[in-house]
Nanobody
Framework: QVQLVESGGGLVQAGGSLRLSCSASRRTFSNYFSNYDMGWFRQAPGKEREFVACITWSGGSIYYADSLKDRFTISRDNAKNTVYLQMNSLKSEDTAVYYC?????????????????WGQGTQVTVSS
C-alpha cells in the first residue's frame, strides 16, 4: 500500500521551474508524518537512484546534493503532512523520476538504503 504520494511532475522547457509535492496518503502514517525525516531522490533511465535533498523532521536541517543546491529547494509543512521540492533553472539532465521517501534513522539521509517508506515517483521531463 502506498503511504507517500508525489505530484507536480510533468514536461517543462529547459530553464523552467516545477514544484513537486509529496503527501502522506494513509491516516496512520500521516498522524506521525512530523516524526519522519524526508528525502527526495531521482532516477534517470539506466542510472542509479541518486540523492537530491533531505530535510529533518522539524525542518531544522536541510542538505542537498552539491550539484543541485543552487537550483533546488526542499521544504515541508507538517500541518499539511507534505514535503516540497522547488526546482528552478531546470536542465535536460534533470530529467528523471523523482521519489520522496521517509526515514526515522536520524542519520545518513543522503543514502537511499536509510529510507524505509517510498512513494511511487513522479516523472519530470525537461526538454532542451
Amino acid at each position: 500500500q502506498v503511504q507517500l504520494v508525489e505530484s507536480g511532475g510533468g514536461l517543462v522547457q529547459a530553464g523552467g521551474s516545477l514544484r513537486l509535492s509529496c503527501s502522506a496518503s494513509r491516516r496512520t502514517f500521516s498522524n506521525y508524518f512530523s516524526n519522519y525525516d524526508m528525502g527526495w531522490f531521482r532516477q534517470a533511465p539506466g542510472k542509479e537512484r541518486e540523492f537530491v535533498a533531505c530535510i529533518t523532521w522539524s525542518g531544522g536541517s536541510i542538505y542537498y546534493a552539491d550539484s543541485l543546491k543552487d537550483r533546488f529547494t526542499i521544504s515541508r509543512d507538517n500541518a499539511k503532512n507534505t514535503v516540497y521540492l522547488q526546482m528552478n533553472s531546470l536542465k535536460s539532465e534533470d530529467t528523471a523520476v523523482y521519489y520522496c521517501a521517509a526515514s526515522t534513522l536520524r542519520y545518513g539521509l543522503d543514502k537511499k538504503d536509510n529510507y524505509h517508506v517510498w512513494g511511487q515517483g513522479t516523472q519530470v521531463t525537461v526538454s532542451s
